[in-house]
């Protein structure tokens, strides 16, 4: 750095100046969960993983939450009362919470009953696969004799080869989840593995900040999501694979992702535009740091996380309705709710819709809450099937526990709104401001340096100027007037760089 460099820094540390400022108004204060609406068995499972870990219970909960759907999808379609429509009950949750929080150790446990079945899932899968492979061999074998003892008659070959029957049918992989992952790894994966899987991450970033994410990705990320959450065919025209459609899957994901990253997928203008976010259940709880002294266990936290293995074990082992033995597109039995539960839902629905009108309170998050109404029924379903796996219908009472849920989501998708639905140009800023303080991490920076080197949003002379422009209003760059050099090349426009 040369001297008159030097000499300006030495000068502008002599002048007091403001504080930064926040780019956008803070979040009010979390809301806690309603635990017990889940259930005796979740509920107990939540209580008890906050026993062990020491997290917010709203983590335990988006964990406990997310296994059951991924356990309860597969068995079950609700019922629409409105239109009479089959909708798959699978769920799409995410945990905003600060590394610290122990969003690991609480996923761990919850997810243990996925783990023990994928256990069972690959002991079966290793027997089966030595039986399809002989089977395999010994077909071909058979398959080359006859078509070089029939080489002279194709009628003859043809007669004998239609003998033989149908190919041996592989086993399926035996895979219920999977952390990171693209739309196409998706579709290969369930064409042949389990009908119903789940996206799973206790570091979101990973999915979030992945290729799945990327700028040329995110629609096709973003539609290929929601249409797994509607239950429409998922379509792949390849020019080298063909075209493929698979009908009967199912898929809830849960991810867990820091502040900031997570804004990546609730915040981006182009997912809001597509629909995704509105599928979302979100919450970011109030962090617990400081206040988690050791203490010795309850003695109930161990039966209750027993009784929870045993329930969500039973019901991923549950047999699952498929189109047939060859078949494993998934047929999941029809769910409607009884007459009392549709007096219910149908003033829950019209609470929803009065709320979302113009200047009520739903309607910054009016695309969110055109889905509260299917959200608590999805939920219902899945608390219905933890308390009664056989059950036919949706009760009262388990409705009335869903839609206590489903206001406390709608209630964090409105706290979270005033983080997320910030301006494009304001999104933009906080990127190149996280950018120069991460990454380029030097006191002054140039245009050029921003546009050529900065993130992505930003990688041309007009949307940096803009950028740099916000982060001087507040009070996070000094324009250096007259510019100076920099790495020993001349930048015209230059800021000082201020570290909060």
């Not at 593995?193 to 700028?215: A, H, L, N, R, V």
């Not at 829950?348 to 009108?357: G, K, P, R, W």
């Not at 998708?413 to 950018?435: C, D, P, T, Y």
Request: proline fraction near 6%; charged fraction near 25%.
């Amino acid at each position: 750095m040369n001297k008159s460099i030097k000499k300006r820094f030495k000068d502008a540390e002599k002048i007091e100046r403001p504080e930064p400022l926040p780019l956008r108004r803070e979040s009010g204060p979390a809301q806690p969960y309603p635990v017990k609406a889940l259930g005796k068995v979740l509920a107990g499972a939540v209580n008890a993983i906050v026993d062990k870990v020491q997290c917010p219970d709203a983590i335990a909960a988006q964990s406990v939450l997310a296994v059951a759907a991924l356990a309860a999808q597969a068995h079950a379609d609700v019922v629409h009362p409105a239109t009479g429509d089959r909708r798959p009950i699978s769920l799409f949750l995410v945990t905003v919470a600060a590394s610290g929080e122990r969003k690991s150790a609480a996923d761990r446990i919850a997810f243990d009953p996925v783990r023990l079945r994928e256990a069972d899932l690959h002991e079966q899968y290793d027997r089966d696969l030595r039986v399809f492979n002989d089977l395999h061999e010994v077909r071909q074998r058979t398959r080359e004799a006859i078509l070089r003892k029939c080489k002279g008659d194709p009628t003859e070959a043809q007669k004998q080869l239609a003998a033989l029957g149908p190919m041996p049918i592989a086993p399926l992989t035996p895979v219920l989840a999977a952390s990171d992952t693209t739309i196409e790894g998706l579709h290969k994966l369930m064409s042949g593995g389990e009908p119903s899987i789940g996206i799973f991450s206790d570091e979101g970033g990973t999915f979030i900040g992945g290729y799945s994410m990327t700028d040329e990705s995110r629609l096709r990320t973003g539609a290929g999501l929601s249409s797994l959450w509607d239950g429409t065919p998922i379509k792949r025209v390849r020019g080298g694979d063909g075209v493929s459609m698979l009908k009967g899957r199912r898929l809830s994901m849960h991810l867990m992702a820091q502040p900031g990253i997570a804004e990546g997928l609730l915040a981006d203008p182009m997912l809001q535009h597509q629909g995704l976010p509105s599928r979302l259940l979100v919450t970011a709880p109030a962090s617990l740091a400081g206040r988690r002294m050791q203490k010795p266990l309850k003695p109930s936290t161990e039966a209750a996380l027993k009784r929870y293995n045993g329930v969500l074990l039973k019901l991923l082992k549950m047999k699952q309705r498929r189109a047939s033995s060859a078949n494993p597109e998934l047929n999941p039995r029809p769910m409607p709710l009884s007459a009392a539960a549709r007096k219910l839902w149908l003033a829950f629905a019209n609470e929803c819709e009065s709320e979302l009108a113009a200047e009520q309170r739903l309607e910054p998050v009016r695309a969110f809450a055109n889905k509260l109404a299917e959200h608590a029924l999805r939920i219902a379903v899945v608390l219905e099937l933890v308390d009664n796996p056989s059950a036919t219908e949706i009760s009262a009472e388990t409705f009335t526990r869903a839609a206590i849920l489903s206001r406390y989501y709608a209630g964090e998708a409105l706290r979270l709104f005033e983080q997320g639905a910030s301006s494009i140009e304001i999104q933009r800023a906080e990127k190149v401001l996280h950018w120069l303080l991460k990454k380029w991490a030097k006191p002054i920076v140039g245009l050029q340096h921003i546009y050529q080197l900065g993130p992505n949003s930003v990688r041309e002379a007009k949307l940096a100027r803009e950028a740099m422009a916000i982060l001087e209003q507040h009070h996070w760059a000094v324009r250096i007037e007259g510019g100076t050099r920099i790495d020993g090349k001349r930048q015209h426009e230059v800021w000082e760089i201020v570290s909060a």
